[in-house]
């Protein structure tokens, strides 16, 4: 059997029992609340790995582009939620054909949007399923308070339309009331919620404080990485994505430089670094360069040489995902499979 | 014939007359200074534009990592550099099988790197060039002055290696004195330096400063960005690449959102922002998550509507690159060529 020795760095490693004991938390967690459980796939991007967590429960998958949606629905997925406002003429063809393929959400925080989808759909005589997206106190896109009866009753009134429900990212506890509100102002105005899709792992976190949120949307947990163990979401040992590494370069006592740049490992950061050396923990990646991590080994007792082998547990996993052919799944030392990142560079 | 406006955004544009132009510039100043020029192709990654460079007047290509390289020879390149420390012995069998192929250069900054080389030629019985990198002011690889004369010897009395002369990056002013005390260091220890590769915008900038510099390595001026704007090295119109955009959220009067995030644009920054939106210059991309440039219109008189079209100048155009599969090259309106971006992803 091919080991992790046979691989060249830098490389994509996925620990799958770890990966497995996160989607089968996850689910747990949600199967406890009474919470329907949605993957976001934009974490991996690969198939075979959302397949994994339908299997385990998830009642879908959700996308962040029509591209992605598409390369999904192609793999056989059959419940596909787009929480992201379509836009133009084209894209909008896409995602009608799209719909007439495989159960089609997504969602709408404005006017505009509702009227290009509204049309969109009637032109290609398909019903599509559309969510108000609320905006939170991440002042992400969301509509204001005062623009979700506007926006849903506009989704209500189109012809073929279907309203399906509130949207909301992330579905942390700050934003418990403003949810009420909006929720309480769409009863007012005889509007019918049917679903309430919260999401993120501050969502997943504050999952007993909202009780109105009908199903989780997480991405994120599958793999973990080091934003969330810095924010408390989960612990190293939780972490099932590893970049391999070579120590290439160590021109002085306290710098060296790994063969992983921002091509690698993206240049994503809270900053705080660019990821965690497992093999030097007190080790700091100050900066990176396409082709390499520039590491400050100051605080290390002892300081890896030219040609060693270390791993990476990455700020921001997804993004690495996007960056990559392949990522590389391990139990231990060996190499089960080598999974190609089907929705890898998806932008349209 | 296509246009711009058949396509769906995000897509990447390249200005070719901007382009064409930048090449001819870099190389018109390489040969008045009666310096050699080689073209990185990092910021490209695409044979038929490096094929536009060399037919211009460059020498010969370099490339970051071995497998880049394997695209570019598997493309008919025949004077490859890869400054960079070959480590692992994976790694330096594929280097090796690619030195019988091509004429390649590589570059080390250690006696450990300079070991791996030499066994490894010698093991496949093939030669391979090595230049000696020294380090500078940036603080990247490269050996400190003590260790030059050191490795360069080491290099010369290896059975199959060729000294192929100093490498430095970047070639800027303030790295002038330490290069001259390598090379006086080199030239007291019998060494012959046959070729002395600088490189990088600010090296380019330098060059007449820089007498003792024989070969320039530049890889962003081709495209330019924002990175190159803000240090003076061009000026927005100058910048070939241009990411094409959507307005998909209007959430209030100030704030507003492209379809074209950190997938799109890259998260590299210098803290400044995340590109320059060229319909709104007084605008500012303050943040990305993946799919979304959040940007700040408040200083802006007018603001776009839901569904307008924008133009970004990215930050740092080579991880753009690097992030997609395409690039659109225009001419105006229209659409010229679809370039595959064929050495992208290559990081091993």
């Known amino acids: 059997m091919m080991t992790v020795h046979d691989l060249e760095t830098p490389c994509v490693l996925i620990d799958m029992s770890i990966m497995e004991n996160n989607i089968r938390q996850m689910q747990a967690r949600c199967n406890l609340l009474g919470k329907d459980f949605r993957a976001h796939i934009k974490t ?14 998830a009642v879908g998958i959700a996308c962040q582009k ?17 929480p992201y ?46 969510m108000v997206d609320l905006g939170t106190t991440m002042r992400r896109t969301g509509a ?38 909006a929720l309480s102002n769409l009863s007012d105005a005889g509007i019918a919620v049917e679903s309430i899709s919260g999401g993120g792992m501050g969502g997943a976190r504050d999952a007993e404080l909202m009780p109105e949120v009908t199903e989780l949307r997480v991405g994120t947990y599958v793999f973990n990485d ?51 050396i497992v093999e030097y923990p007190d080790a700091r990646i ?8 520039h590491c400050d080994f100051s605080a290390c007792q002892s300081r890896p040489q030219v040609g060693e082998i270390v791993h990476v547990i990455p700020m921001h996993t997804c993004v690495v995902s996007n960056l990559h052919d392949h990522l590389i799944g391990v139990r231990g030392q060996d190499v089960i499979i080598d999974w190609q990142v089907k929705a890898r560079g998806c932008v349209v």
Chains 1, 2 share one sequence.
Not at 91 to 102: E, G, I, N
């Open 85 to 130: 406002n379509i836009v133009g003429e084209r894209k909008l063809d896409r995602l009608l054909a799209l719909a007439k393929q495989t159960r089609l959400t997504v969602s709408a925080d404005d006017l505009a949007v509702v009227a290009g989808l509204a049309s969109a759909a009637a032109r290609h005589d398909t019903r599509l399923r559309v």
């Open 144 to 181: 204001a308070l005062d623009q979700i009866v506007p926006t849903a009753r506009a989704i209500v009134q189109a012809s073929h339309l279907d309203f399906a429900g509130v949207l909301i990212y992330p579905s942390t506890a700050d934003n418990r009331e403003m949810l009420q509100a």
């Open 44 to 57: 991996h991007k690969i198939p075979q790995i959302a397949w994994v967590q339908v299997l385990t429960g």
């Open 286 to 293: 100050v900066r990176l360069s396409e082709e390499h991590a």
């Open 66 to 82: 029509v591209s992605e949606a598409e390369v999904f629905a192609d793999a056989g997925f059959d419940n596909i939620q787009i």
């Open 226 to 276: 080091w934003n969330s163990v810095r924010a408390g979401y989960c612990a190293p040992d939780d972490c099932a994505m590893r970049v391999r590494a070579t120590v290439v370069s160590r021109p002085d006592a306290d710098r060296g430089f790994l063969d992983a740049g921002s091509k690698t490992l993206s240049s994503d950061t809270d900053g705080s670094g660019y990821g965690h």
